[in-house]
């Protein structure tokens, strides 16, 4: 379930090529997008279990407007269980759509680190992090290293100060 119309202020649009995930912090335990499988189930038949859809992998392709687009609002393209090479076909769609940004969120730093060198990031990716806690914070400086344009940080449910200066 792609969206080219969304609520969320960020972005224009959003592209799932995989929905579904596990609950691997805090921060998961008020998730919207299972919330959303558990009230539309017939969008989505396997409920929240993380399900591939290479069926949507060409969505963008026919999006001529140039657009901000949030890739997995419904999953995390960085699942354990998300294989390297349906990652990189997600990236070759990016690439070949450079009119297009495309916002990649996870809470899988480690992951994403792991496949970091095995993958060839597009110019168009703006690559965040999802952190609730101080010890995530500083767990994911390292990906300044990554090879990207933009890289960001999403606070989420934060109840301590991560640093000094903030």
Not at 27 to 54: D, I, M, V, W
């Amino acid at each position: 379930m792609s969206s080219t119309h969304t609520g969320i202020e960020w972005t224009d649009k959003t592209w799932n090529p995989t929905t579904g995930c596990d609950k691997i912090s805090p921060g998961c335990l008020h998730c919207y997008a299972e919330a959303l499988t558990q009230r539309f189930p017939k969008n989505f038949p396997n409920g929240f279990a993380l399900s591939l859809h290479p069926e949507r992998l060409e969505e963008p392709l026919r999006w001529r407007t140039p657009s901000r687009i949030f890739v997995n609002s419904m999953s995390d393209l960085f699942h354990k269980d998300v294989p390297l090479d349906f990652i990189r076909q997600v990236f070759s769609v990016i690439h070949s759509t450079p009119w297009h940004v495309y916002q990649i969120l996870t809470k899988r730093h480690e992951r994403l680190g792991d496949l970091a060198s095995k993958l060839d990031f597009p110019e168009n990716v703006w690559l965040g992090v999802s952190v609730e806690n101080q010890k995530m914070f500083l767990s994911v400086v390292f990906y300044q290293q990554i090879d990207v344009l933009q890289f960001f940080l999403e606070i989420q449910d934060c109840q301590e100060q991560f640093c000094s200066f903030c």
